[in-house]
């Protein structure tokens, strides 16, 4: 019989190879990513999730347009790197905003930072140049 710590170690290492390649969402589920369109993508802001809450777009300018569909304010971060590559400022409920990123290739991180928001499910993420 395995040692528990053996048999945790093979569980962390199987959850890791499962989601190396595929984004995941609520409970676990694979997140299909949403590819920009015309370099465009619009993201809408839901009481702690983001939708899409995975995308694609390819490297260059990418315009973004941010419409809170929710009860509360919500801001818009996008990360890579430690480089933070938008900084959005809280958009009441009902409100948008479109601009337009310089964006080289990588995987970038999405989330809300007001308050516990990215805890409760508010983050996402943005792959730019994959296939």
């Known amino acids: 019989m395995p040692s ?32 920009a369109r015309d370099r465009a993508l619009t993201i809408a802001m839901h009481d702690y999730y983001f939708r899409p809450q995975a995308a694609r777009a390819e490297p260059g300018k990418l315009r973004v347009t941010l419409v809170n569909d929710a009860r509360i304010p919500h801001n818009f971060r996008l990360q890579h790197n430690g480089r933070l590559y938008a900084e959005v400022t809280a958009l009441k409920p009902g409100e948008q905003e479109t601009h337009t990123y310089e964006l080289p290739r990588g995987s970038y991180k999405m989330f809300c930072s007001i308050a516990n928001h990215e805890e409760l499910g508010m983050y996402g993420r943005l792959t730019v140049g994959a296939p």
Do not use: H, K, Q
């Open 4 to 35: 528990p710590r053996a048999s945790a170690t093979a569980v962390i290492a199987a959850a890791a190879l499962a989601s190396a390649g595929a984004a995941t969402g609520c409970g676990g589920a694979e997140v299909r990513p949403e590819r």
